[in-house]
């Protein structure tokens, strides 16, 4: 994630900077520097689809397997308990305590 936040601090800079060649026109600048907030904007847009295609995934994912533990007719009331206790064990093994994941990113 810190990546992702330095490569757009960086267009973003590189936008607000425009043309470098002192021979451009304003306009001429300021076309570079809308094209460059555009492609900015479209990739902060693909970035953030991306991030909630992620989320969406890994909520579907977790949401399903404890449903699945909530309707195994093979279970007892204390049995899905215990199912459900396990899927976020392993949840808590995978992100640990905090909810966040081990490798220190927040996403």
Known sequence: ???IMSLLDRLANSANRGGSCTTESRSER???ALAAVAS???LIEAVAAEMSTGIEGALRFWMS???EALRDPGLTTLGRMHAVQEI????HRAYGNTGGPR???AA
């Open 103 to 105: 490798d220190g990113y």
């Open 88 to 91: 976020l064990n392993c949840y």
């Open 40 to 42: 900015n904007r479209a």
């Open 30 to 32: 300021l076309g570079i």
């Open 65 to 67: 397997q404890i449903e």
């Open 1 to 3: 994630m810190g990546f």
